[in-house]
């Protein structure tokens, strides 16, 4: 049996389980559900669906320019959460938090303003490890306004190199855009470090954060990235909304993303003057219930020990990975030093996407592909692979349910 | 005289049933992706393969005129993948073209394979057997 030490008990994982209902479920006869792709989306506490539920049958009202009381308590509750979740990244002020459906629109607002200052030549480097929602916006300004893209290598068990990085870096980079924590493989990228050598050439920097909220409170004043992107829906918050956190200056530099209500000072056919941040970069009738029930989900996490998560979900990592190495021809992809709670696997012999199916039947939902980062399957030599995922609501007993059935399904497909 | 689906189809819910669980039904259906009329390697070419699935698969069809009926050849680096589309070509396996172009595959709920049908499974069941009526429908 593996040795890891066990799970300190400050963390109380069964109290924390009871706060989410979609954890309590049979999706076969007699199969419980044991949820471990977290790293797609997670699952929401009960508070957080609440939330949306109270919005809906009570609060339900346009935001920013109704004279009632409904809508003043809308936008009152849309702006708590604004600050909730300002509070949640620590981020200097409310207005340099913008609301967007998501990591992918963030990145896409980034490419579509702050691209337009770009011209043919002008470089953005990004790398191998990237989602291809950190690839295609860039590929498209390439071909739009004929700018170049570099890509930094990593190493085989998925470390991103430093050296290269740095070589990458040249007058006409514009932008480096990193993932702060791999989707496919776990590695946690030195995003501090990223920043800093960026910066001292003057080179802007966007982090791709999707994978790193859903851990804890992070700090983007330390972090230091001029854009800072992620998805509610990975960090216990509704779909269909997310954040672009930016540098004030940088942000104030960027011109309107979309023109509609809402972003406006004053219009005239003549001649529209822009409204301040953050209303600036949110066009039209925000998602307001969304973005609400975000507030609630970054309260909810904000108030869980983050040390004890930390601890939680790396011993969960530790005593998954262990466990899964017994097992005949499978081999861990990402063995980064730096890791968070992402187990991918690769078989031999066997399809990823066959054991994936016995595992489903087996209660066990897990990811099975490319997991969008089809670029970087290319460079592992890879057709896809299966990825748990562990979220801090997971237990050991989550994992040895994996390892159960991926035994069961290596056996039956041998 | 072939075969008729309908009875091509009864006759895979009838070897079904004889397994009592999930587990042992999967595990015929790996076992019957070994008997799938193997399609020659130099076939496994963009032309022949379905998209929309994880893993790769390629469907050939012949046309053979004596007989006015369909042959189909095919493969899949995945064994379920695989299981399923040897499922399909025996139902549909030289038949006439008009025959595939209408066939359901209503048997597949009784063999508890259903699940594999919807189109955002991405074992691409539905696109293999798409991609076969398309290729009946060049005969019809
Ligand atoms: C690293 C990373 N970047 C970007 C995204 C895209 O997020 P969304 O689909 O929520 O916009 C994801 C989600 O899968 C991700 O994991």
């Known amino acids: 049996m593996p040795t890891t030490a066990p799970t300190p008990a400050t963390f109380d994982v069964d109290r924390v389980r009871q706060d989410f209902p979609a954890l309590r479920q049979e999706v076969y006869e007699d199969t419980p559900l044991v949820y471990l792709d977290n790293a797609a989306t997670s699952q929401k506490p009960e508070s957080v669906i609440d939330r949306l539920n109270r919005y809906y049958r009570s609060e339900n009202s346009n935001v920013h320019r109704g004279v009632h009381r409904l809508s003043q308590n809308a936008t ?11 509070s949640y990244i620590n981020a200097a002020a409310t207005e340099q938090v913008i609301f967007t459906g998501g990591t992918t629109e963030s990145i896409n607002l980034v490419a579509n303003t702050y691209g337009q200052r ?12 990237e989602h291809h929602a950190n690839i295609v916006p860039w590929q498209m300004l390439r071909d739009t306004r004929g700018i170049r893209l570099k890509v930094v290598p ?3 068990d998925g470390v991103l190199d430093l050296d290269a990085l740095n070589d990458a870096l040249t007058d006409r980079t514009r932008l480096v855009s990193v993932v702060h924590i791999s989707n496919a493989l776990g590695t946690v990228n030195p995003v501090e470090d990223i920043v ?7 080179i802007p920097v966007l982090v791709d954060g999707a994978q790193s909220v859903p851990h804890g409170p992070i700090d983007v004043q330390r972090i230091g990235a001029d854009f800072y992107c992620f998805s509610g829906h990975k960090m216990c918050g509704p779909t269909g909304i997310g954040v672009l956190y930016g540098r004030r200056e940088m942000l104030e530099s960027l011109p309107p993303y979309q023109g509609g209500g809402d972003m406006i000072e004053e219009v005239t056919f ?5 409204a301040d941040l953050p209303h600036r970069l949110e066009a039209g009738t925000p998602n307001i219930a969304d973005a609400i029930a975000l507030g609630t989900a970054a309260r909810y996490m904000e108030e869980l020990d983050p040390e004890a998560v930390g601890t939680h979900e790396a011993d969960l990592l530790a005593y998954a990975t262990e466990r899964v190495r017994s097992i005949d021809g499978l081999r861990v992809i990402g063995t980064a030093p730096n890791k968070a709670s992402v187990l991918s696997m690769a078989f031999e012999d066997l399809h990823p996407y066959d054991v994936g199916t016995i595992l489903d039947r087996l209660g066990i939902a897990v990811r099975t592909g490319h997991h969008c980062t089809q670029p970087l399957m290319q460079r592992l030599g890879l057709p896809g692979t299966l990825r748990a995922s562990f979220a801090f609501y997971n237990t050991r007993d989550d994992a040895d349910a994996l390892v159960d059935a991926l035994e069961t399904a290596t056996t039956m497909l041998r | 005289m072939t075969v008729a689906v309908d009875d091509r189809a009864r006759e895979i819910v009838d070897e079904f049933a004889l397994f009592p669980d999930w587990m042992s039904r999967y595990e015929y259906l790996i076992e019957m992706g070994d008997d799938i009329p193997p399609i ?14 994880q893993s790769k698969v390629w469907i050939r069809a012949d046309y053979d005129e004596d007989r006015g009926v369909l042959m189909f050849r095919g493969d899949s680096n995945a064994k379920i993948t695989r299981g399923l589309a040897a499922l399909i070509i025996r139902v549909l396996n030289e038949q006439p073209p008009a025959v595939v ?3 359901d595959f209503d048997f597949l709920d009784e063999i508890g394979m259903r699940e594999h049908l919807s189109s955002q499974r991405s ?14 429908s060049q005969y019809a």
Not at chain 1, 270 to 274: G, I, L
Not at chain 2, 40 to 53: F, L, P, S
């Open chain 1, 76 to 86: 009152d509750a849309y702006e708590e959460a604004r600050e909730a979740v300002r």
């Open chain 2, 40 to 53: 020659d390697d130099e076939d496994k070419t963009d032309a022949h393969r379905i998209h929309g699935c």
């Open chain 1, 154 to 156: 990593i190493s085989d």
């Open chain 1, 118 to 129: 770009l011209e043919a030549g002008d470089e953005i480097v990004i790398t191998e490890m």
């Open chain 2, 123 to 136: 074992n691409g069941l539905a696109a293999m057997i798409e991609q076969m009526k398309d290729r009946a």
């Open chain 1, 196 to 202: 800093d050598l960026a910066h001292d050439r003057g």
């Open chain 2, 101 to 103: 172009q209408k066939a």
């Open chain 1, 270 to 274: 003549e001649k529209t003057t822009y």
